[in-house]
């Protein structure tokens, strides 16, 4: 949705739900929406049902919007903890859950596990081939030279399936999550991975330690001896390759940042000296059948045209800031003058029709001179007060034009606008991705692209 809101900034968007829950249950995230997101981009937001609409609340939302935002965000925090406790009862039982088996199994009719032995097949000979101490390379180009489809692609020919996470070719990964997977052991393997917040979709892995484990729960596909011959080997290859239970060291400035437009795949830096340092796409060395023919780009290269449009970017809200906040500032001077003439003048009106109210009391005056004059004195009014409201609304106009100074963007700006090189930190700060073709042309996805748009259209007009 606000991809689509960007590309149309600059007309009249009007967002619709039916009512606030359809915006969003997270009480702080919609309130944010609705009274900081919405307002930047000049957008009209309207919920049907709850009577809301952004128009008649210029200045944020009423206490009953914040009491329904608040009361949409506890209700998927009790479901989610309901819905919680049921599944982890039936992990405890060994229950299996989902529409798909796992890769090597198909479900019975009492929805227990039983071989697939087409799948099966595949996974003995994955695990002969480790057992054989084969390359992860070796047995990819061996899966892929015999046409065999990797999981995710054969449990959706086989059940009809749109997975969440796919793959169409073979890789390392698969092929270790597979090696370790104790659920061909026989094993009920369940809580892998849980919900960083309670209500919202955000998961995070599980340690091994934590996950529920409850045998005999299926027959098993893979003897234990092997199982425990591979895992071994890959234990003592990974120590020797020389990973380390502590923190890895930051190679890279735009590490896991950089990435091939013609595959999708993240690029790899490798630096063996000084005079060869690049980014590699490892599509290919993956999957040897990979079309992707990207040439390696080097480090230099890349970081400085990443590092000259951050830059440029920076220069671009620096000048525009002093630039904007001097007309703004000139016309806010400019507003005051006007809204304290309107204001006095109003005062004078005012005090004329009080005066003339005490007269009429006083019997100075008649009733129908009473009327005439004072009608004569509203009409004068009508004009200053539209007036007043005109001021307001340019008042208001520069609060929300004034407001893109002193965000998160702004006091950035001002940390990093002395950097002399591309940093992790700023990279990390600014930079969403960076997307580079086999031409080695550069496409560089800020985070605060919003706010950057805004900016170019300001300094067009």
């Known amino acids: 949705m606000m991809s689509r809101v960007r590309s149309l900034y600059g007309n009249m968007i009007v967002i619709a739900t039916k009512d606030f829950s359809r915006l969003g249950r997270d009480t702080i995230d919609t309130v944010n929406y609705l009274e900081k997101i919405f307002p930047f981009l000049e957008v009209r937001y309207i919920a049907i049902n709850d009577d809301y609409d952004s128009k008649d609340y210029q200045y944020g939302i009423d206490f009953e919007a914040k009491f ?37 199994y198909r479900y019975t009719a009492d929805r227990e596990y039983e071989v697939d032995w087409e799948a099966a097949y595949v996974l003995q000979i994955i695990m002969d081939l480790l057992d054989q101490k084969k390359s992860y390379k070796f047995i990819i180009k061996f899966l892929a030279e015999k046409g065999i489809d990797p999981p995710s692609v054969y449990l959706a020919k086989k059940y009809n399936a749109k997975l969440c996470k796919t793959s169409s070719i073979w890789n390392k990964t698969t092929l270790k999550k597979i090696a370790r997977n104790k659920a061909y052991l026989g094993y009920s393997v369940r809580h892998k991975e849980e919900a960083c917040v309670l209500g919202t979709k955000g998961t995070r ?38 990973c380390k239970s502590g923190p890895r060291r930051r190679v890279s400035a735009l590490y896991k940042n950089v990435y091939c437009v013609h595959c999708g795949s993240a690029l790899s830096r490798r630096r063996y000296h000084e005079d060869n340092d690049f980014y590699y796409c490892l599509a290919k060395r993956e999957n040897p059948l990979s079309d992707c023919t990207f040439p390696p780009i080097e480090t230099a290269v890349l970081e400085k045209a990443v590092f000259s449009v951050i830059q440029f970017n920076l220069r671009l809200f620096t000048d525009s800031k002093k630039k904007i906040l001097k007309a703004l500032n000139h016309n806010m001077a400019d507003y ?33 001179e009473y009327l005439i004059k004072k009608q004569k004195l509203s009409e004068q009014l009508v004009p200053l007060e539209a007036g007043i409201q005109k001021v307001e609304e340019g008042i208001r106009k520069y609060d929300e034009a004034n407001i893109i100074f002193y965000s998160d963007f702004a006091r950035l700006v001002d940390e990093f606008r002395n950097e002399e090189a591309l940093s992790p930190e700023l990279a990390d700060a600014f930079i969403e991705k960076v ?18 748009n805004m900016l170019c259209m300001r300094k067009a007009s």
């Open 336 to 368: 005051h003058a006007i809204m304290e003439r309107f204001q006095e003048r109003a005062e004078e009106i005012k005090q004329k029709k009080m005066n003339l109210y005490e007269d009429y009391r006083a019997g100075h005056v008649s009733r129908e």
């Open 205 to 242: 892995a599980v340690n091994k330690a934590d996950q529920i484990l409850v045998p005999n729960r299926q027959p098993k596909i893979i003897r234990e001896e092997q199982f425990n011959r591979v895992n071994e080997w890959l234990d003592e290859r990974a120590a020797k390759s020389g």
């Open 68 to 104: 329904k935002n608040l009361i949409n965000g506890l209700v998927p925090i009790q479901a989610s903890t309901t819905q919680k406790r049921i599944k982890m009862e039936e992990a405890l039982q060994g229950k299996h859950n989902g529409p798909v088996p796992l890769y090597g």
């Open 435 to 452: 997307l580079v073709d086999k031409n080695h042309n550069i496409e560089v996805v800020f985070k605060f692209q919003d706010e950057i």
